[in-house]
């Protein structure tokens, strides 16, 4: 069995408070030495000086192999391709590219005149520029505007295709879901490292609008086991924790060394976990 890998992925803070705890969340989960760390756009790629800047200080002060997102929205593709430039020259070899979401009040998805339609075409302008590490985003239960999971896959190799090396999923909580994609992946000719992405439940509505936004599913059990603990922190901590464990070990038993946690820019949970990920199951005892 591989050795356990850990990502980590962190959005660029909006105010100095904001900041300040995102630095101290980088530098409480360093020891646990990631394969990488990835930074985030907005939704509408409006944060990308403060990416930048967050990505080049991650890499120069701490070390660690820093992924940016980069996206299609918003930008031609000369600037997309510039940026992308000045990221190899500045010592970033990894980057995550995406198609990105809608402008604010926008209805749909429209590509800009200038730029790159789909992640696919970014991820082969970016082959173009450099040998980067590019990684894409998959979705185990479908991408919430493909047609199909079959044409969801289909759109997925190609970003394969292009020269992604590597894909990353959308959050999910039922690890069922993340093997069968995993197969019909396989199935698909898709070859590449598939990368279980996690997210950790800090607050459980918060969750339950992420996941009706992008298609995720929460099971009936999990909805039963955050029941009547809104006014209870403390109870809902040790849920998420023990939830993510549970999880991260299923899938570790059918073959899964890779993991990427959605940090929301928060430690506590996130380092807890991978702890006792890293420290071994517990034992399973026998009853005579």
Request: proline letters at 8%; glycine letters at 6%.
């Amino acid at each position: 069995m591989h050795p356990m890998r850990f990502s980590f992925e962190f959005f660029p803070p909006r105010d100095a408070a904001m900041e300040a705890r995102l630095w101290q969340t980088v530098q409480r989960l360093a020891p646990l030495e990631p394969s990488f760390v990835s930074v985030t756009y907005g939704a509408d790629g409006s944060t990308r000086e403060r990416t930048h800047e967050i990505v080049r200080r991650i890499h120069d002060e701490t070390g660690l192999v820093s992924a940016p997102h980069l996206t299609c929205v918003g930008a031609s593709r000369d600037e997309v391709l510039d940026i992308a430039r000045r990221y190899w020259e500045s010592g970033i070899r990894h980057i995550v590219a995406l198609r990105g979401d809608p402008p604010r009040g926008s209805d749909a998805y429209t590509p800009h005149p200038d730029g790159f339609a789909y992640a696919a075409d970014l991820v082969a302008g970016l082959r173009s520029v450099a040998d980067f590490e590019i990684y894409v985003a998959a979705y185990p239960e479908g991408h919430p505007e493909a047609s199909s999971p079959q044409a969801d896959l289909d759109n997925l190799k190609r970003k394969i295709d292009a020269g992604a090396s590597r894909a990353i999923t959308q959050f999910f909580f039922d690890p069922a879901v993340f093997l069968r994609f995993r197969d019909a992946a396989a199935a698909a000719g898709i070859e590449v490292p598939i990368v279980p992405g996690i997210l950790p439940i800090t607050r459980f509505p918060q969750v339950t609008k992420f996941a009706a936004a992008c298609g995720a599913s929460i099971p009936d059990w999990l909805w039963q086991r955050y029941e009547g603990l809104e006014d209870d922190p403390e109870t809902r901590r040790l849920i998420s924790a023990s939830v993510a464990i549970d999880m991260v070990e299923t899938l570790r038993r059918h073959g899964v060394s890779d993991f990427h946690f959605y940090t929301l820019n928060r430690a506590e949970l996130v380092y807890a976990i991978c702890h006792c990920l890293l420290h071994g199951p517990a034992p399973r005892v026998a009853y005579a």
